[in-house]
């Protein structure tokens, strides 16, 4: 089985300020576990390109594309939300996080590997169609999904997001989308404090203590 890791540099350089909880050293904690587990010697490497406005498109309006390429700063760092910051490294970090999540898709999809891991950041779940949130800025995997769908052909994507958190922006994505299933499994009650409502038939929430 060949298995790709999937990272670039830039993600290292994003930075939301000291004692952030979404910061760097998360990325240089996966890598080293990588290294002590012995199983980085096995891992086709690629490195992460920028997705393309027209790739982001599929998911999130051009606005709000353009509006984050506006509010990059060229120094210091600027706030999109309470949690969420941008550095002048933060734009390019994701647009290779995006980016990772398509070239993860095609490499599978063209059968030279079987799985990917992409190891980047900032992170995507809590990204809405048009609003940054949680430390998202763009919604990584529904790029890939999307991606998925109008550059492959394919007919039906499932998305199984765990994790602590809810993955809010992907289902407001999603919601509706018979092409796209979604599982999420969550501690509740806990931020976003969402994910019990009645979902779409194609949503499937479930919160756990």
């Known amino acids: 089985m060949t298995t790709a890791l999937i990272t670039h540099p830039d993600c290292l350089k994003h930075d939301m300020g000291a ?50 390429r506006a509010a990059a700063p060229e120094s210091g760092r600027v706030h999109l939300d309470p949690d969420t910051a941008m550095n002048p490294y933060t734009l ?49 995997v529904a790029v890939a999904a999307r991606h998925a769908v109008h550059a492959h052909g394919i007919e039906r994507v499932a998305i199984v997001d765990f994790d602590v958190h809810h993955g809010n922006g992907t289902e407001e994505i999603f919601e509706g989308d018979p092409q796209v299933l979604m599982a999420s499994t969550f501690q509740h009650p806990f931020y976003p404090y969402s994910g019990t409502e009645m979902p779409a038939a194609n949503m499937v929430n479930v919160p756990l203590a």
């Open 92 to 140: 390019d970090a994701a647009l290779r996080a995006a980016g990772s999540a398509v070239l993860a898709v095609d490499l599978i999809l063209k059968n030279k590997i079987q799985n990917a891991f992409c190891s980047v950041r900032p992170p995507g779940h809590h990204a809405c169609k048009a609003r940054p949130m949680g430390f998202c800025i763009f919604n990584n």
């Open 19 to 68: 004692g952030h909880p979404e910061q760097p050293a998360r990325l240089t904690a996966i890598a080293d576990q990588l290294i002590a587990s012995g199983i980085d010697a096995y891992l086709q490497r690629h490195e992460a390109p920028l997705a393309t406005d027209a790739q982001l498109a599929r998911v999130h309006p051009i606005d709000y594309v353009r509006a984050i």
